[in-house]
Every structure is written in structure tokens, then in C-alpha cells.
């Protein structure tokens, strides 16, 4: 694997609106250095345990998305430096991120998970959820989170159209969400869809954000 090519050629065919997000769970810190020479500033990791020493050992510029489910007893331990949250799944998580936030004086760009998937191990809210939570006159009182978007991941299948169809469902629950009149903490910009494998149908179905791991580092070595 190449890694510095392989960030030069995402680069290159990524549209203006979409930010590449390189997934680096399981990759030694050398991978990631390398990464980072070829410019690459915008990591993602989906376990606590493995994201604060990561962060702790690589330049300070790095800006870390927690991509993955997160308990909400280990929010504690990434809200004093974690850029982005990809995977608010639970009222609980959102309560206990503000908290954190708020000890730490800052305010965590989030995203909400979305349930789009068929399969019943993926985690999410669904969208009437959202409407609902988003619409509650008492949404306000979080004052140390900025739901950016939503995020979703599709089935995991050879099926292009299914998993297009599960893009589109993403795509249009955002867009009616923008329709309605919501509270200062919200605003709607990112659409967080697409991996290694489906990226190029995310991609066209306006995804903002792709997480991608193995198309950038190679398989994953998990001991
Ligand atoms: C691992 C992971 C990815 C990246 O997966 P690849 O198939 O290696 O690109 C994206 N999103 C989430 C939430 C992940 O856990």
C-alpha cells in the first residue's frame, strides 16, 4: 500500500463539497504519520481506547473524528480534544456529550446516526426519532453541542441498489429535516455516508463526509 498515493488520488477525484475522512482504526502510528506528510489532517477512530493514545502521540493539528459507537461512559475521556461525533445514536449519549463538553469548556460538532440499514446490529435513531428529539422545545438546553448533520452506513452487500436506496432514504430525511424550523444548536450541513466499499455511491448521492480505511491504509490487522 502506498498510502501517500493513495490520499493523492482521493484528493483528486473528490468533489469541492465532500471531506475525506481517513479511517486509521487498527494502523500503527507510522501509518498514519505517513498519511499525515501526504497532507492528510482529518483522521477517524471507533474506539476510545485506541483514539486517545493516537491523539496523544501524533501532531496537535490532527483533527479526530470518533466515527464509531460510543458508551457514554467513555465520553469523558475524548471531550477535551475530539473534533467531530459521528455516531450519535441515544438521548443518553447527546446528555452525557454535553456534559463533558461543557467541563471542558467547548462546544462538540456532532452528527446523528440514522438507522438505514436492514441489518438490526447497526445502531441509529430513525427518522421520525430525530424529528421529534430535533423539534422538542427543550433541544435548546444543549448548549455545548452543534448538530452539524446526520450519518448513516448502508447494508453491508454486493446489492448497489439497495445500498443506493439506503443512500437516498439518508439523503432525503436531511432534506426534509432542513425544511423545518429548528433551534440555534442545528444546523444542517453534512451528510456523513460512504466506506471503502460504497463510497462512490454515497458520493453521488451527496454524501459530504466519506470515511474511508482499507481503500487508503489496506486491510486491517486485528489481532
Ligand atoms: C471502519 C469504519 C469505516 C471505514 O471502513 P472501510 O471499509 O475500511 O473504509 C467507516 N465508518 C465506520 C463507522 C467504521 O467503523
Not at 467531530?84 to 454535553?98: F, R, T
Request: aromatic share 8%; charged share 25%; glycine share 4%.
Amino acid at each position: 500500500m502506498n498510502i501517500k498515493n493513495n490520499i493523492n488520488n482521493f484528493r483528486q477525484n473528490l468533489p469541492e463539497r465532500c471531506n475525506l475522512i481517513a479511517v486509521s482504526k487498527t494502523q500503527p502510528i507510522s501509518a498514519i504519520q505517513e498519511a499525515y506528510d501526504a497532507g492528510q489532517r482529518v483522521f477517524g477512530e471507533n474506539k476510545v481506547q485506541e483514539l486517545v493514545p493516537k491523539f496523544e502521540a501524533l501532531p496537535k493539528d490532527i483533527q479526530w473524528h470518533m466515527i464509531g459507537h460510543l458508551q457514554s461512559n467513555k465520553v469523558k475521556y475524548i471531550a477535551p480534544f475530539v473534533h467531530w461525533i459521528h455516531a450519535v445514536d441515544s438521548v443518553k449519549l447527546l446528555d452525557e456529550i454535553n456534559k463533558q463538553a461543557n467541563k471542558a469548556q467547548r462546544v462538540i460538532a456532532c452528527l446523528l446516526q440514522v438507522h438505514i440499514a436492514t441489518e438490526e446490529t447497526k445502531f441509529g435513531f430513525s427518522a421520525d426519532e430525530i424529528r421529534s428529539l430535533l423539534l422538542e422545545p427543550t433541544f435548546e438546553k444543549y448548549k455545548h453541542i452543534k448538530i452539524h448533520g446526520l450519518m448513516g452506513m448502508a447494508t453491508f452487500t454486493d446489492n448497489h441498489d439497495q445500498v443506493r436506496r439506503e443512500f437516498k432514504s439518508l439523503r432525503k430525511i436531511f432534506d426534509d429535516l432542513k425544511t423545518l424550523s429548528l433551534p440555534a444548536n442545528v444546523d444542517l450541513k453534512e451528510l456523513s455516508m460512504g466506506m471503502s466499499g460504497d463510497y462512490k455511491i454515497a458520493i453521488e448521492e451527496g454524501s459530504t463526509m466519506i470515511r474511508i480505511g482499507t481503500a487508503l491504509f489496506g486491510e486491517r490487522n486485528y489481532h
